[in-house]
């Protein structure tokens, strides 16, 4: 289902709106989905800090998509300068302070309910673990653009961010297995096995996809 507006178009997976009104009119499926509805909160707020800096950039938004895997906003093309092979330098401060808009809302929500240790504690979880260089977190676009901004070519980014990304995915597994064994808390392997799911996803259509860059 998709709403289309002058600025952005919202896209709600259907899925995600079944469950929605589910947890809406039955109170058994609110208990069970509480925690996630509300951690889905801080997301949606984190989002919505990268889409008013896009917008503040002028920069032009494909699509603002809700889905049970989370909510996330779909940047037009890069634009190019003249000669049509290199951003200019100012896209990629842009793109920084863009990446970085959405852990700061986070760190904001955090200070704002220094009093709820959960809600603190969530979105300081969230504020870090977006800053890792992890495709396609906020902290592997920052450390892209930061590569870019100091004319490393495509090719050696791509390089070196693919095995920064794999290392610290495997670290968050391990990290994940001890938080299992010894807290009963699942919550860090699952998220690295999302992540790990996105990156061989992307990976798949890089093979069937010629992005022209």
Not at 6 to 22: A, H, R, Y
Not at 96 to 106: E, F, R, T, V
Not at 187 to 211: G, H
């Amino acid at each position: 289902m998709k709403l289309k507006f002058s600025k952005v178009n919202i896209e709600f997976e259907i899925v995600f709106l079944i469950v929605f009104l589910v947890f809406i009119f039955s109170n058994t499926i609110r208990k069970i989905l509480f925690s996630f509805y509300m951690c889905y909160l801080f997301i949606i707020f984190h989002e919505l800090a990268h889409l008013t800096i896009a917008l503040l950039f002028g920069k032009e938004i494909e699509n603002f998509k809700f889905s049970l895997s989370g909510v996330c906003i779909e940047l037009k093309k890069k634009r190019f300068d003249l000669k049509g092979n290199k951003r200019l330098k100012i896209e990629n401060i842009e793109e920084i302070i863009l990446y970085l808009a959405g852990p700061i809302s986070n760190i904001i929500l955090a200070y704002i309910f220094n009093n709820n240790k959960m809600i603190c504690e969530i979105n300081i979880a969230f504020a870090i673990i977006n800053l890792l260089p992890i495709f396609p977190l906020d902290g592997y676009n920052i450390l892209d653009n930061l590569l870019e901004l100091f004319s490393m070519r495509l090719k050696k980014r791509e390089v070196i961010l693919e095995i920064l990304s794999n290392i610290l995915i495997f670290i968050l597994f391990f990290v994940g297995i001890v938080q299992l064994l010894f807290l009963f808390n699942p919550s860090i392997i699952m998220f690295s096995l999302y992540v790990f799911l996105i990156q061989f996803n992307n990976k798949k259509r890089q093979k069937f996809t010629n992005y022209g860059i």
